[in-house]
């Protein structure tokens, strides 16, 4: 296939998939602990289609966009990687990527805040049992997530970064207030 993400084999690279529904610093402040901490070559963001755990996300080449407004540097990839493939789901992801980059080593990087969600995601045994699964500390997971988590996973704690798409969508859909006169 044409234009995929160059990877050679002894080469270590973080899949960092999601909505980015709108990509923002708190992405880019986990894809980037995970680089660094783990010492990863590259970090893939892999723009997602559809989540299926997820409402319709916004137009696929606006959450391009805003991902590769977020991914700063060169050792981070923004990728179409999914679509491409036909993958919907991260375990089909994982398989196709195992069959075209042979002896690359994969790490699935995350957000803490995924957690929660995890064991809802399709054949995710599979997933958990595929690539080592790191996990970067969020605002709002502790403990709990962490205590039901497979115990191989890798665990990162990080400064809290406050940014969420979630929250940024209801800013955007919020009515402004309009000043009163007096």
């Keep these: ?10 080469m270590r690279v973080g899949l960092f ?11 880019a402040h986990v894809a980037e602990t995970a680089l660094k901490r783990l010492q ?3 970090v893939w963001w892999m723009v ?7 409402p319709q996300s916004g137009a696929f080449a606006k ?5 590769k407004a977020m991914a700063h540097g060169p050792k981070m990839v923004v990728s179409d990687i999914e679509k491409r493939l036909g993958c919907r789901f991260t375990y089909e992801t994982l398989r196709q990527l195992h069959r075209l980059y042979p002896g690359v080593d994969f790490y699935l990087v995350m957000g803490a805040d995924n957690l929660a969600n995890f064991r809802r995601w399709r054949n995710w045994r599979e997933v958990a049992a595929a690539v080592p699964v790191v996990v970067v500390s969020r605002p709002g ?11 191989n996973w890798i665990f990162l704690a990080a400064r809290d970064h406050p940014q969420s798409s979630t929250a940024i969508r ?10 009163s006169r007096k």
């Design 1 to 10: 296939m044409h234009d995929l993400p160059l990877a050679y084999p002894g």
């Design 17 to 27: 998939g999601g909505s980015f529904d709108p990509a923002h610093e708190g992405h």
């Design 40 to 42: 990863l070559d590259r």
């Design 48 to 54: 997602t289609p559809q989540n299926p755990l997820k």
């Design 63 to 67: 959450r391009m966009k805003s991902a």
């Design 141 to 151: 997971t502790g403990a709990r997530e962490r205590l039901n988590a497979p115990k």
């Design 170 to 179: 209801k800013r955007k859909r919020a009515p402004v207030a309009k000043a």
